[in-house]
């Protein structure tokens, strides 16, 4: 019996992935224009013209600012737009980037707690009109009360900046960033430079392109919305060899604390760890500008050595009925 089991439960995820996959396969059909889905009610079509897409999230988006942000995701090429109604009223509108088997919001890896184009307590309803697997990293918990087919929490690793941070950093780590602060003291550092942004975002992207999280598919997402917001949402913070960028981080603004989006560093400037001072130097200067928070997000073993555990990071899923049959089914055998 116990044989049998261990090759049932394995059977039973295989096929809730398998199932993702052919839901996931069939999508292009829908990705082209003008295409109709009813679920529950409601009416989702998908990449109507953008001058619908617009219209609707003038309706249901309040904020002239979130307007704007939702405007530009909404026309970066190769993004699918998604507007769902109820009858000819738009609830919400969705722009999502396409992933290996499922879908994101674009505006999601572009800001920390991002507005959604949706009109308040229809969040659930729309995700779900919408047909296909959606996955959000990074969902705030309260801002209504949903119910997806998945939801998980990891540790977000943050910094108090009001007091003495460092004293989080393990003697070893300590001294090693204080012997990079000495191999880099003749570099010069910038902040908010235009161009330091694009040289981030495109170092960035090709040089984690291989990373098997591909977060870099928000590259081109990132690359049209952050020029936009400015030093007062967006922040950079580079190292320059003279002319030269060799590391670069860039932050988003909540109040009084920085989001940390991404970091970037030219490979030829390895020896110098440029990597680990840049991160360094940007704590030095969120703190002289007066920010009191810094959080570095999830992930990755070097934030553990900058930064304690000081929040969590939630994470949603909402998936087509295919995938949650196949899903029960495995919860079931297991």
Known sequence: M?????WVEPAGELATRAARRVVHAGLPVLERADRRLVVGGLRAQWNPGLHVVHESIERVVADPDDREMHRILASVPGRV??????????????TLRRRPTFWEPTMYQCLAGPPLAI???RVEDVLRAVGVEIRIEGYEPGREQIEPDEQYAVDSYVTDLTGDYEAHWHRKWRA?????RKRCAGFELRIDAPEDLRWAVTSWRDLYADDPRGEVVAATDRLALWPHLGGSQIRTVALCDGDRVVACTVSSVRGLELSFQCTARDPEYDRQSVGSHILDRTFQWAKEEGYERFDLGAGYGYKQRFAPVGGTLH???FQP?????????????N
């Open 2 to 6: 116990q044989a049998a089991r261990r």
């Open 81 to 94: 737009n998604v507007v769902v109604f109820d009858a000819d009223r738009p609830l919400g509108v969705v």
């Open 119 to 121: 009109e308040a307590g």
């Open 176 to 180: 090693n960033l204080r012997t990079t």
């Open 315 to 317: 994470g949603i899923a």
């Open 321 to 333: 009925p295919l995938v949650r049959r196949f899903r029960r089914l495995a919860t079931r055998l």
